[in-house]
RNA sequence: GCCCUCAUAGCUCAGUAGGUAGAGCGUGCCCUUGGUAAGGGCAAGGUCAUGGGUUCGAAUCCCAUUGGGGGCUCCA
């Protein structure tokens, strides 16, 4: 997931319009950086100054991409260099190579290395003017663009945007020279040979730009000492362990089927389960903030997704028309437009505002067929969505109720560790990525940002990727392994209100145009299942668990006993099975262990004649006790949604 | 979409000097009636992703397609 990490800056509140820069933190120290419960957020703040750019760690890993490069050069003469920054937990180095790399070629290279850190290297850097610089670098057109940019002030030497003009400077050990603004560390003796590992190789455009060329990229990790490399070996060992794609087929959860089409899931009954338990608490939740609920279809005529813009500015995350009677038709990739026009479906008061209609809508996207990933990145997705149309008036108190409603699901969910992604649009974009309205976009992100301020959430500013309607809220999460994935998404909407001329007669009796929040705090039930599975590694609280309870009779003079049991239970709503197999007790107990069943109830003999059970939890525990106590457990840690088994 | 890579039974995987397939788990049946993570036996199950090509002969070599994975880019 580490090269998933986007550029980004940590913003504390009233700063000003930052833009994207690489920022990337070891795990350890990420976890600090995020906003944890309801505390204020000054101290973190304070922590965020501490970069991971001023480590130690930061500068071996960035001196061994160095270190790579060389060998890369000495392996393949001739070969054009990129950049070779550091990132979270490693580094990489993006080179211009004759022919692609095998993963003979990643050992040859990692030996390589070795041999150039044993020979004591100083890392030399030297201030040079830009013309000395072309010299240096004359056989290399990519640091040559780079010098381009630099002289020009437009972008640092990783071809980020920068605001002042930097000096350009070059750092070398050994036989290689690089254009780089570094740190380094001093000598290559402080890269500990044993701590490094290539990794893999990977395609990789040229600054990102898919019109540009494919360099090839190597992914390489670099740490203190070995210990901490087997740990971090380790760590994506686990990480693999938990994978929602491997649990998901594991626990029987979701499938994809090739006939069916990619990103199309498919849930199984289990699945199922485990989104009735979702919805069912949107729904209590909603109730409770006062939402309504609404209904729409899939699809709509083209004249809908025109007027919405969602054709001129997302035509092609969209899936493509189908004719009917002359007439095109396209199935939703938003369910914005549909609740619009029930708003649009009457007159409407001050009084009815703020309106705030939810629908848990199914929506289809195009997503490039690179871009899938499991349950994460699907086409067909099913959203926890709502729009609230308000006054600018109310736009604070509708807003900061939306993020309460947030920190409501992140507690009930054991989620510890999130921060808000503040994307803002960007000049340039004005007309072409986003509604051409400079006035409006300043002012609907300034109302954020001052509501995020007023109620100390610390967030992230992110220049250049607001939706095209308006500036966007996402909520980074990361899960119990600490991977990190955008949940819940809080977008502002001035544009579709106006473009669907949504009006409604305020207290002066005047026509006013709303403003629409367009929000979606449990995500998708794709990605927030796919998220939970690996947050939960598989083992679901009771009530979200596709099965709670497994009967298991010692022997099938028990049977029926199991089988009553079960009945009583399913009746009260809990999802329960009865293994009647002829297997052995231990292997029963072994089965339900594995589809990581919360409660086993083990019975045989003596609980038949007792009118007992014995429980089995999922950690091991064992408990006899009669079926009514063990009713009156497993219906409490339901109805409260306990997290506690 | 682009670069790289992979595709053998429901699952995990063997199967390299090209001679039309194996294991474990799972499933079914039989025996076993066993007190907290695998009792034993038998059986069924694969046109080796799909379509072409090379060859006397292809799971094995080549091409294309589909799907998966690692990334780039994008995003719920």
Redesign the pocket.
């Known amino acids: 997931?580490?090269?998933?990490?986007?550029?980004r800056t940590w913003v504390e509140p009233r700063a000003n319009f930052a833009r994207p820069r690489k920022l990337v933190c070891e795990p350890a120290r990420a976890a600090e950086f995020f906003y944890s419960g309801q505390q204020g957020g000054a101290e973190m703040v304070a922590k965020m100054r501490e970069r991971y750019e001023d480590s130690k760690l930061y500068r071996i890993r960035h001196s061994t991409a160095h270190v790579m490069a060389q060998a890369v050069m000495e392996l393949f003469p001739g070969a054009k260099i990129a950049i070779g920054p550091a990132i979270e937990d490693g580094f990489y180095y993006d080179f211009d190579l004759p022919r692609?790399?095998?993963p003979e070629d990643l050992e040859q290279i990692q030996k390589r290395m070795v041999e150039i850190i044993k020979g004591k290297h100083p890392f030399v850097r030297r201030v040079v003017s830009a013309e000395e610089a072309r010299q240096i670098f004359k056989d290399q057109p990519y640091k040559l663009e780079l010098i381009e940019g630099l002289e020009r002030g437009e972008v640092d030497e990783d071809g980020n945007p920068v605001e002042e003009k930097p000096e350009i400077s070059i750092y070398q050990h050994d036989s290689f020279v690089d254009l780089c603004r570094g740190p380094h560390v001093e000598n290559t003796a402080e890269i500990n040979p044993k701590a490094i590992k290539l990794l893999?190789?990977?395609?990789?455009?040229w600054?990102?730009?898919?019109h540009n060329p494919?360099l090839?990229?190597i992914?390489g990790t670099a740490w203190n000492d070995p210990k901490e490399l087997e740990e971090y070996l380790w760590r994506l060992e686990e990480a693999k362990k938990r994978?929602h794609?491997?649990l998901g087929?594991?626990l029987d959860i979701f499938t994809?089927d090739?006939e069916v089409?990619?990103?199309l899931a498919l849930w199984t009954p289990r699945g199922g389960a485990i989104i009735e338990e979702i919805e069912k608490l949107a729904k209590e939740v909603e109730f409770k903030h006062r939402y309504v609920r609404v209904r729409t279809p899939h699809l709509a005529k083209e004249d809908l997704f025109v007027h919405s813009g969602h054709l001129p500015y997302y035509a092609e995350?969209m899936y493509p028309p189908m004719e009917l009677e002359g007439v095109r038709y396209y199935v939703k990739p938003m369910n914005c437009p549909m609740h619009h026009k029930i708003f649009a479906s009457r007159p409407r008061s001050y009084r009815d505002l703020p309106l705030r209609l939810a629908e848990y809508g199914t929506c289809y996207?195009y997503?490039?067929?690179?871009?899938?990933?499991?349950?994460?990145?699907?086409?067909s997705?099913q959203?926890n969505d709502a729009h609230i149309y308000c006054s600018e008036a109310q736009f604070e108190q509708e807003f900061t109720d939306v993020i309460k409603m947030y920190l409501e699901y992140f507690e009930l969910f054991g989620i510890q560790e999130y921060y808000m992604r503040f994307s803002t649009h960007h000049p340039r974009g004005l007309g072409k990525k986003y509604v051409n309205n400079p006035e409006l976009w300043k002012k609907t992100e300034d109302m954020v940002r001052q509501a995020m301020q007023k109620n100390g959430i610390p967030y992230i500013e992110i220049a250049d990727?607001a939706?095209f309607y308006g500036p966007?809220i996402?909520?980074q999460v990361r899960s119990a392994i600490g991977r990190e994935f955008?949940?819940?998404?809080n977008?502002v909407d001035f544009a579709q209100p106006a473009r669907f001329e949504l009006t409604f007669t305020n207290e002066a009796g005047q026509p006013e145009t709303p403003l629409c929040l367009h929000r979606?705090p449990l995500?998708?039930h794709?990605?927030?299942i796919g998220f939970l599975l690996e947050h939960y590694a598989g083992a679901f609280p009771v009530w979200l668990s596709p099965e709670q309870v497994r009967i298991i009779?010692?022997?099938?003079?028990q049977n029926e006993y199991a089988v009553n049991l079960q009945n009583r239970l399913y009746d009260l709503g809990v999802r329960v099975e009865a293994d009647l197999?002829?297997?052995?007790?231990?292997?029963k107990?072994?089965?339900a262990?594995?589809m990581k069943v919360p409660y086993?109830l083990?019975?045989?003999?003596?609980?038949m004649n007792a009118g007992a059970v014995?429980l089995?939890k999922?950690d091991?525990s064992?408990q006899?006790m009669p079926v009514e106590e063990f009713i009156a457990l497993i219906t409490d840690r339901i109805r409260t949604r306990s997290a506690e088994l």
């Open positions: 997931m580490s090269a998933r990490l986007r550029a692609t790399l095998t893999h190789v990977s395609g990789a455009y600054r990102g730009d898919e494919m090839q990229r992914y994978d794609r491997k087929r594991e994809f090739e089409g990619p990103g995350s996207r997503e490039k067929s690179g871009e899938l990933f499991g349950l994460m990145r699907v086409r997705l959203m990727e939706a966007k996402d909520v955008t949940l819940a998404t977008q979606a995500s998708t794709e990605r927030l009779p010692i022997t099938d003079s197999t002829p297997d052995r007790m231990n292997a107990i072994r089965k262990q594995l086993m083990v019975v045989g003999e003596k609980e014995a089995r999922r091991g064992q006899v």
